[in-house]
């Protein structure tokens, strides 16, 4: 007996069916309000209260993921103390290792859909569980695995440093040239480069020139809040780098134009003066770590120069080759994925010019961004009701709070799915979503990257909340310039007629 091999096989799941249906269920009824749409749903269908849950209790354990990596340690040093007067040969504590697994931010969504599936077997039944699964986009999580591993070699890290080093030299190369340059630039190249991978290679430009010489406590949660709002919104000048802009690029028909004109001049408008505040507030700081960065090149002045041995040029050339093949082809898997395994063999072939690829950190953001999709397809129950439902100030607020509990891809997906948005909402949504990009890990898809990239200088981990508060006054300067700055022409821009020729991934032509 043959057995289904796609997604296109498998019969739906029910309840992904029955939230398809909702709206009209609850027209037909006369079901008005979000209290009572929400009622109605959970009844209707129990399991996706469940999701629901199972979601927000893998977001908490965010939260303490901290503690259990501190237990993690207590643990295994009991071991080692233990089994060096006992001379044994059990070298790994089991219980202590699992304790870490439970503790790395980076797989904890993953680790919570195995509640999920056994939720989905409880309520229905395997077939479910395969189709929904078989029916999840994980194109992003693969791309994310392969543009990082690709940012993050030495040939391309090296070019990138020096492009930024080119605006660095304005400042003499000092520690505050290279923390503006990296915060400025890095997240504007984001529209070119994608945000995943302009996040890769200001992290690791981040490692080299300002961790490294360690900053306060507090400097390093500000510079970190800074960087993933930044990032969050460098990505919009055009309109296919950012996650949430290219989830409602096709559908509302987005121009990099109209990107560029009525989002990319405020993007850039607070990504200067959120920058330009916190180097005023931690400048006494960064003049500080000259002393500590040395002085390389004899002026007497602290610097960040180094010399390094050179790539040759067609190396370099080659592997921006490989990454402009894997953002031209980021939605086409096959592709890209074919491309890096001869990226691989090509790297091999030239490794005196390489450094180690390292594929654990890479790997692990992919198994984020694949548990927030899994758990985030069962979200649009509860948050597509809440969109419809608010004006323009209400859904830009709402968009950029939910963002913080939610990828902000999702909240842009689940608002194209809202027929009639006016031009005006279908704005404030867009702009929310990466206005509170930058407000927690999974707030944007580019983010785990850098928190994985980063966390080794935040001790036993990045807190949540130290986080929140570093991103905080970022993401209050990117939400007046989205919000207030004049603009005449969103309605143009979102007009509901350029929405009339689309059709979704799938689908047919209808007949003229």
Known sequence: M?????AAELPAPEFLTKMAEFPKEEASAGIEGIGAKLAYRAKAQPFLLVATVIFILAILHTFIAIPITRLAHKVQHEHEKRIGKEAAKETVSFKATILHFLGEVEAIFGIWVIALLGAILWFYDLTAAKSYLMGVNFTEPLFVVVIMALAS????????????????????????????????????????????????????????????????????????????VNISVGGVLTNFAAPPVLMVAAKWKLSTTEMLLHYGDKAVTAILASTALYYLFFRKELVAMRTRAGDHDGDGIGDLKEKARPIPFFITLAHLGFMAWTVAFAHYPPLFIGGFLFFLAFSQATAHHQTAIQLRGPILVGFFLAGLVVHGGLQGWWLAPIISSLGKGALFIGSTIL???????????????????????????????????????????????GQALLGRFFGEGVSPLKLLTGALIPTIIVALCMFYFPDKGIDEMFAPEKERGYVAPGESHPNP
């Open 2 to 6: 043959a057995l289904p091999s796609s």
């Open 153 to 228: 070699t030495r040939p391309v890290l090296r070019f990138a440093e020096n492009c930024l080093g080119f605006f660095a030299r304005f400042g003499k190369d000092s520690p505050a040239a290279w923390w503006l340059s990296i915060l400025i630039v890095g997240p504007l190249l984001g529209s070119f480069i994608t945000e995943p991978g302009a996040m890769t290679i200001c992290a690791m430009l981040l490692a080299k020139k300002f961790y490294k010489l360690r900053p306060s406590a507090k400097f390093a949660y500000a510079t970190l809040g800074l960087l993933f």
């Open 403 to 449: 963002t913080s509990f939610n990828d902000n891809a999702a909240i842009t997906f689940l608002a194209s799915q809202v027929e009639g948005l006016p031009a005006q909402l279908k704005y404030a949504v867009l702009a929310g979503a990466v206005t509170g990009g930058g407000l927690t890990v999974i707030a944007n898809a580019p983010n785990p990257a």
